[in-house]
């Protein structure tokens, strides 16, 4: 009896320690979409995470320097000769600017205030969406400088939304800038070079 049972066997009965089957169903590949969605969008929240992370380093270092050297300047070259750095094509020369970026629109400063006000805005909103290195890069420049030149305009003279910018960046036969003016211009261009290499802030690449 044990030999007949031993040949007939129950082969509907898998085996210890087999693994079973995975369905190849629509259910089964359901299935596979919604775990590999799912894992997808776990690593795009660190990977976005560090993004975000990168634009307000970068935001705070540009900050941090246009800060600093304008503190140097009013402390030690405002009221002074300027300094010759290379000659004559390139000096340390403290003025106050009311205008925009290299002395552009003086009669403006209060919408020159706005509009920084606004770049601040649009960039904290843009950052949830910030998958991009380069972007995040580029941002946090705009950011930094556009904070660096709003703080002048907030609490410098002749008053709360009217200050004069600090500059003291002075090439021959060119205007009169500042690091925040600096960062500003090379956050645009790198914004500029990305954009026509059909990078978009989300990390995608379009090609028109």
Known sequence: MAEA???????????AGSEPEQSSGPGGQESAEVTGATGA???????GRRRIAVLFAVAMFAYALDLVSKMIVVAKLEHHAPIEIVGDWLKFEAIRNAG?????????TIIFTVIASA????????????YSLPWAIA??????????????????APGVFEGAVVDFIAPKH???????????????????LLSFKGLDPDGTVHKD
Do not use: H, Q, W, Y
């Open 5 to 15: 049972e031993r040949v007939i066997g129950t082969p509907d009965t898998p085996e």
């Open 41 to 47: 969008t776990g690593a795009a929240r660190p990977r």
């Open 100 to 108: 925009a970026a290299f002395g552009f629109g003086e009669a403006f």
């Open 119 to 130: 770049v601040i805005v649009v960039i904290a909103r843009l950052a949830r969406k910030l």
């Open 139 to 156: 941002l946090g420049l705009l950011l930094g400088g556009a904070l660096g030149n709003l703080t002048d305009r907030i609490f410098r």
């Open 174 to 192: 060119f205007a009169v800038f500042n690091l925040a003016d600096s960062a500003i211009v090379c956050g645009g261009i790198l914004i500029v």
